[in-house]
T-cell receptor, first 112, second 113 residues
Framework: DQQVKQNSPSLSVQEGRISILNCDYTNSMFDYFLWYKKYPAEGPTFLISISSIKDKNEDGRFTVFLNKSAKHLSLHIVPSQPGDSAVYFCAASAAGNEKLTFGTGTRLTIIP | KAGVTQTPRYLIKTRGQQVTLSCSPISGHRSVSWYQQTPGQGLQFLFEYFSETQRNKGNFPGRFSGRQFSNSRSEMNVSTLELGDSALYLC????????????FGQGTRLTVV
């Protein structure tokens, strides 16, 4: 049972435009959500997170939006840069639990 | 501040052998979690240790075990290796603060032949 889903395995975006990566979850106990970026043969790098008490969190070019009623979150990258090309994972955790449940990832390719 | 350090980076083992992987968390982090990444299954949670105690466990067979030492360093052991155990094994550490991000090491690439 995939509790965190990233339905787009891949996404291509022109450099300078906005990249939008989507994530859906089914477990209503999740209250903390994170996005990680991963290059091949390396560990995931933390990008940005959001608590369920918020609906938006911004950090530079990265913004995460959370829609609790739809159990949906998205990561916006503006403007997209070639160095953003990587696999992006959405992850979620429940209160007081360090276990992260990951989505299957979306491969983002930025076209120069 | 040093990041999460995993050793070794690469490992080749024969089916039936056992293997031990090591993880040194970020200084001050007391929670250490282990994940398995495979092309077909993505990142799967193995277990989490806090203050030398296993707090959470994923759905992996008993061949997968771990431990944490008093300095928060952790080891993961896989016995009776199978070909399907070939994967990238990732360790993550986090502080004791609620709702905080986990920081990952570079992983150990295990190949079972």
């Amino acid at each position: 049972d995939q509790q965190v889903k990233q339905n787009s395995p891949s996404l291509s975006v022109q450099e300078g435009r906005i990249s939008i990566l989507n994530c859906d979850y089914t477990n209503s106990m999740f209250d903390y959500f994170l996005w990680y970026k991963k290059y091949p043969a390396e560990g995931p790098t933390f990008l940005i997170s959001i608590s369920s008490i918020k609906d938006k969190n911004e950090d530079g070019r990265f913004t995460v939006f959370l829609n609790k009623s739809a159990k949906h979150l998205s990561l916006h990258i503006v403007p997209s840069q070639p160095g953003d090309s990587a696999v992006y994972f959405c992850a979620a955790s429940a209160a007081g639990n360090e276990k992260l449940t990951f989505g299957t990832g979306t491969r983002l390719t930025i076209i120069p | 501040k040093a990041g999460v350090t995993q050793t070794p980076r690469y490992l080749i083992k024969t089916r039936g052998q056992q293997v031990t992987l090591s993880c040194s968390p970020i200084s001050g982090h007391r929670s250490v979690s282990w994940y398995q990444q495979t092309p077909g299954q993505g990142l799967q949670f193995l277990f989490e240790y806090f203050s030398e105690t296993q707090r959470n466990k994923g759905n992996f067979p008993g061949r997968f075990s771990g431990r944490q030492f008093s300095n928060s360093r952790s080891e993961m052991n896989v016995s009776t290796l199978e070909l399907g155990d070939s994967a990238l094994y990732l360790c993550a550490s986090s502080s004791t603060t609620v709702n905080t991000e986990a920081f990952f090491g570079q992983g150990t690439r295990l190949t079972v032949v």
